[in-house]
């Protein structure tokens, strides 16, 4: 594995300075940084988006020289697809494929790690994805 795609949960933590998760997402990326490339998708991006009002703000809180970014590839775009149509024949009531199947699928086309602190779905839909993921439900206050 070369590259460890970020979710944007993760992210998030850190830019909120999440009081829960805010020591395990920053130790995480750093962690990673020394060992793997960093990726984000276009998926990622919009739902980091949300917390700033200028594009120009967001792409300071991801720079480039720290986050590689890169598109869905096709491949990924079917396997998420795919993965929906799974997840709606399991019970799931979404009408059109959620924002963690585009995620995951991504990562697992392209030979990545995932780094999140939410593993439960992609556990479930990408069973043989390697994930970078917290131990625990929470960490301690």
């Keep these: 594995m070369t590259a460890v795609l970020i979710d ?26 020394d060992r793997y490339r960093l990726v984000i998708n276009p998926v990622v991006y919009a739902e980091v988006s949300i917390r700033y009002s200028r ?24 396997l998420a697809g ?3 149509l799974t997840y709606r024949r399991r019970g799931g009531t979404k009408r059109s494929p959620l924002r963690d199947f585009f995620i995951g699928a991504h990562a697992a086309v392209a030979g990545y790690l995932l780094m999140t602190r939410d593993a439960t779905r992609y ?6 994805l390697p994930l970078i993921a917290p131990s625990q439900v929470s960490p301690s206050r």
């Design 123 to 128: 556990r479930t839909y990408f069973p043989r």
């Design 82 to 84: 795919k993965s929906f």
């Design 8 to 33: 944007a949960n993760v992210l998030l933590d850190v830019m909120t300075e999440d009081v829960r998760w805010l020591a395990w997402s920053a130790g995480a990326i750093e962690r990673a940084a």
């Design 55 to 78: 594009i120009e703000e967001l792409d300071a809180a991801l720079p480039k020289a720290m986050f590689d970014r890169e598109a869905i590839p096709y491949e990924a775009a079917f």
